[in-house]
């Protein structure tokens, strides 16, 4: 039988009477509406079954200083193998199908398991002709103290990136490109960001 602990003689919880129960049925109740638990420092945002190549993001998170800033929020969302972020609407950012919250740890780093995302599967007008634009993972990213950031990760073997347009994009923006590598689980890349200090508001 499960028993209450007291300073001296352990009594069933039977005997604690109505006002125990009461105050475990508010425990539970707080507990199921309450907020969310903070999101951790890694995170898988595909199940097995997702099709497309495995990655694997080792990231970190430091100031101007290169301090690592922990507990900094990172909002992740992108495209799924095919180029599309939802089936029905594939440019439809906001709802992207893969997504999901991460925080630096107190070394600042982060770890992401997903896929390599697809390009868009359509051209857009930018400058004097259509692009296709690269593959991409968006990252936004806010900490105390810091201005916020958003970011757009692309893969320096994309062929897209060989366009002169993207490379001055990616140059002006300040974009980072990654560089990928074989492991046993598929494909793995370093990433580290860099914020400055301002308001997180």
Do not use: C
């Not at 694997?56 to 992740?76: C, D, M, Q, S, Y």
């Not at 990213?141 to 990760?153: E, L, N």
Request: no cysteine; hydrophobic share 35%; charged share 20%.
């Amino acid at each position: 039988m499960l028993t209450a602990l007291t300073s001296r003689k352990p009594r069933p919880i039977a005997e604690l009477g109505l006002s125990f129960a009461i105050l475990t049925s508010a425990l539970v109740v707080t507990i199921a509406q309450g907020a969310a638990p903070p999101p951790s420092s890694s995170i898988t945002l595909v199940s097995d079954s997702e099709p497309g190549q495995r990655l694997t993001i080792h990231g970190r998170v430091g100031g101007e200083n290169g301090k690592p800033v922990a507990g900094a929020r990172l909002h992740v969302y992108q495209t799924d193998a095919s180029g599309r972020y939802t089936p029905g609407k594939p440019m439809d950012e906001p709802h992207a199908r893969l997504a999901g919250w991460l925080r630096t740890d107190m070394d600042g780093k982060f770890e992401l398991h997903t896929i390599r995302p697809g390009g868009y599967p359509k051209a857009v007008r930018l400058g004097d002709r259509d692009r296709k634009i690269p593959a991409h993972i968006h990252i936004d990213i806010t900490a105390d103290g810091y201005a916020p950031r958003k970011v757009q990760v692309v893969f320096s073997d994309d062929p897209r990136l060989s366009d002169p347009y993207w490379q001055d994009w990616v140059r002006t923006q300040g974009q980072p490109v990654v560089t990928v590598s074989q492991s046993t689980a598929g494909q793995a890349a370093d990433l580290v960001l860099s914020l400055r200090l301002g308001s997180s508001h």
